[in-house]
């Protein structure tokens, strides 16, 4: 069975941190990677948490002054991975959701749908508040159904799902890897959502790149991207900065630009009761029952912390 392995950065996602390990175990990832850096929720207590109950490995980082949160913690996974790397890897963060729409909407149903391909770029779906002003400890899944039309710009950003991570000088990047080797490069087989080949352009990946103005595509799958959350949720993410810099960007334009509820998506919905139970289940470990519930507390009142200082 292939090792399909998803790596993650976090920072200050406790309270829905449960949610998006189960959901991705359950469609069929095999190992999660998560690293953590200067929390104030107490997200790396439960990720030792987790780790403990095999659900996933955390390497907590401490990136210095002049680091790129992100690419100093994918430097300390590639550590790791690069001695046997995964026959399969995609990065994601805490806030996208793989949503596959392929047979029963699982990770090995979707790599078989395109046996030929060595990496399949995934269009995000912009999912807005929904009108949520405050937080909650809810679903996201089944809070946030609200979501960009097809042809908005800001879904044209893609994740990638890739085999063979050793034919790139940098696997893991944000978006996807990078820097293919030379040597390799007539190996590589990119497509995009609907399983289309992609110019040789996307196989290299030497700089970001986007799918071109109207060819968005979720047929095989989407990445649901909850990038506001709810106004106070945004607060949290507008206040620790981008993970590719310290910088903090227009808070207001930001969300409007992100804010999008155009049109209603509940396609993993299908999911939403199995992703219920999964939770419930790591609910009953006494240990992660107790630092999530420390998530809810700490991250609530950096809410309120946050709210009073926007006054």
């Known amino acids: 069975m292939a090792n399909v392995t998803l790596v993650a950065t976090m ?33 790396p207590a439960l990720l030792d948490a987790l780790q403990a109950r095999g659900q996933l490995r955390h390497i907590p980082c401490d990136p210095g002054p002049d680091d790129k949160a992100q690419l100093f913690a994918y430097q ?46 995934i269009n995000w779906r912009i999912f807005g508040s929904a009108g949520h002003e405050s937080w909650s400890a809810d679903s996201v899944l089944q809070r946030f159904r609200q979501a960009a039309a097809r042809n908005h710009g800001v879904n044209r950003s893609f994740k990638t799902l890739f085999r063979n991570p050793g034919h790139y000088r940098c696997p893991l990047l944000p978006h996807g890897p990078g820097y293919a080797r030379a040597d390799a490069l007539r190996c590589i087989r990119v497509v995009d959502g609907a399983g289309q080949p992609l110019p040789e352009r996307y196989a290299r990946s030497e700089e970001f790149l986007q799918t071109d103005p109207g060819a968005v595509t979720w047929r095989l799958a989407q990445v649901n991207h909850y990038n506001t959350r709810s106004r106070q949720d945004y607060l949290v993410k507008h206040w620790r900065g981008g993970g590719l ?67």
């Open 76 to 121: 300390q996974v590639e550590a790791v991975l690069s001695k046997a790397w995964p026959d399969v890897l995609m990065v994601l963060d805490g806030d996208e959701f793989l949503n596959i729409h392929v047979g029963g909407g699982t990770v090995p149903e979707l790599l078989g749908s395109m046996p030929q391909a060595t990496a399949m770029m």
């Open 11 to 43: 920072r200050d996602e406790g309270p829905y941190l449960l949610e998006w390990v189960a959901y991705h175990r359950m469609i069929g990832f095999s190992e999660i990677v998560v690293c953590s850096n200067n929390c104030v929720d107490g997200t």
């Open 245 to 311: 810099g310290s910088e903090r960007w227009d808070r207001a334009s930001n969300w409007e630009a992100f804010n999008r509820n155009e049109e209603t998506d509940l396609s993993i919905e299908r999911h939403a009761a199995a992703t219920r139970q999964a939770v419930t289940e790591l609910l009953a470990d006494p240990l992660i029952h107790k630092r999530h519930n420390q998530c809810l507390n700490l991250y609530g009142s950096h809410v309120e912390a946050l709210a009073k200082d926007m006054r």
